[in-house]
């Protein structure tokens, strides 16, 4: 990829962005161990932070955290996903391409799940973890993110390594996915999951799409019934308003708005619905919308 240089400048550099995620924090040295190992291919290459605040071992947030975000960067982008619990284990390393152009180097965990079902992947190669990986670091074996993901995604992004050369074919069937459900309408009411959380603010954000929604027939001002459960429990039942924007709710007031993948989801205006009803995010977590009756909202 090549970047066009800022007005003024006729050079062009031959390097793409480079974007890290992790589940490491920023409380130790291990993110700037891997800055370290990039710049030290080659100190011009621009690398970025998606987060390193995934919790701890979850390869689902990864996942969704990756689809959030890869598809509004440019083609070319490299992307660098470790939230490795597997590190030093059988489980393999991938690069992988991606209908849209983008390159994520990760473990072959579960991590491009979502990347895979939303954008689509061309192509998938494999990583040797004892060939290709920062010298002198064949004895390591708990610090993938460094020795491995890192340098292998610096050298793609500045040139200097092909993504053919990442190494063989690696079969896309035999990519290790994650069980990813999907929203269905029965009669009047649709059946969904709580996927992840809008982290800051506690917004529920749920594999409902919008166009799914849509078939409710609910025009925004009116009211949704949101029922919550987890596993057999039920843990909320209200009548909130379809919002356009939290604007369109009162402070404190309860929501039900299109989020910015375009799926339903569900917040209080100014402050957390995940805290204020003790609402978590998974398999287990189940949602369900329904146009409310007319004697609630008239």
Known sequence: MT??????????????SLVFQTDFGTGDGAVSAMYGVANSIDPTLRIFDLTHDIPQYNVWEASYRLIQTVQFWPAGTVFVSVVDPGVGSDRKSVAVKTKTGHIIITPDNGTVTHVHRWLGITEARLINEM????????????????????????????????FEQTGPVHPQEDLVMLPVAKAFREKDTIHGQIDVLDVRFGSLWTNVPLDLFAELDIPYGQRVEVEIRNDTRAVYQNF??????????NVGESLVYVNSLHNMAVAINQGSFAHAYNIGTGSTWKIQLRKAPKLVYE
Do not use: C, W
Not at 243 to 249: E, N, V
């Open 3 to 16: 970047i066009q240089s800022p007005p003024g400048d006729n050079e062009t550099m031959n390097t793409a």
């Open 131 to 162: 060939k290709t990986r920062l010298p002198h670091s064949e004895r390591s074996h708990t610090f993938h993110g460094r020795d491995v993901y890192a340098y292998v995604g610096a050298k793609i992004a500045s040139g200097q390594l092909s």
């Open 240 to 249: 909130l308003v379809y919002a356009r924007s939290f604007a369109d709710a």
